[in-house]
T-cell receptor, first 112, second 110 residues
Framework: DAGITQSPRHKVTETGTPVTLRCHQT?????MYWYRQDPGHGLRLIHY???????DKGEVSDGYSVSRSKTEDFLLTLESATSSQTSVYFC???????????FGPGTRLTVT | DAKTTQPPSMDCAEGRAANLPCNHS???????VYWYRQIHSQGPQYIIH???NNETNEMASLIITEDRKSSTLILPHATLRDTAVYYC???????????FGKGTHLIIQP
């Protein structure tokens, strides 16, 4: 299995508070992705990174920001969490475009 | 609207080949077909992908039709641990990301 970890694995937070999720890889892959998975909506891309300090928006980026200061770490921040951001968040890594993506174990976030 | 169409569920006997179909009629010429599976509450697991040729790896085989509008994932000797939701999708990478629909819930029967 690809070396991907996500932290925290579970988090409960209140509406309006900032939240940062961390994705860490040991594979030295160039591409990293953040997705959310919700019943009825499937898997949707939030943001992705194609290198250190190089990021771009995905399908559902509103309310989220990302940062990548090192190859191995990709952070997802919810500046002011809302109940609609309650979801399971997955990080994925890939060595390049059109290559397979390997997913982390996920973070279950509940915003109350 | 879903990018792909898959049957919602399928059963297969343990030890037999499981053949999972997928329709992806809107795929573009430079987009790859990907198959993933997800066991409850775990992260999606990559299985196989291809552009237009049939592909085989240690987990499965992928058969893509000549017009590329559909594909079939074949698990040659299904085991109970293959029970999962299987997702078919296609992407050119980057901002396209991966989009999963509802997938096929494959149940391997002992």
């Amino acid at each position: 299995d690809a070396g991907i970890t996500q932290s925290p694995r579970h988090k409960v937070t209140e509406t309006g508070t900032p939240v940062t999720l961390r994705c860490h890889q040991t594979e030295n892959h160039r591409y990293m992705y953040w997705y959310r998975q919700d019943p009825g909506h499937g898997l949707r891309l939030i943001h992705y990174s194609y290198g250190v300090k190089d990021t771009d928006k995905g399908e559902v980026s509103d309310g989220y920001s990302v940062s990548r200061s090192k190859t191995e770490d990709f952070l997802l921040t919810l500046e002011s969490a809302t109940s609609s951001q309650t979801s399971v968040y997955f990080c994925a890594i890939s060595p390049g475009l059109a290559y397979e993506q390997y997913f982390g174990p996920g973070t279950r976030l509940t915003v109350t | 609207d879903a990018k792909t169409t898959q049957p919602p569920s399928m059963d297969c006997a343990e030890g037999r080949a499981a053949n999972l179909p997928c329709n992806h009629s809107t795929i573009s010429g430079n987009e790859y077909v990907y198959w993933y599976r997800q066991i409850h509450s775990q992260g999606p697991q990559y299985i196989i992908h291809g552009l237009k040729n049939n592909e085989t790896n240690e987990m499965a085989s992928l058969i893509i039709t000549e017009d590329r509008k559909s594909s079939t994932l074949i698990l040659p000797h299904a085991t109970l641990r293959d029970t999962a939701v299987y997702y078919c999708t296609y992407s050119g990478g980057g901002a396209d990301g991966l989009t999963f629909g509802k997938g096929t819930h494959l149940i391997i029967q002992p």
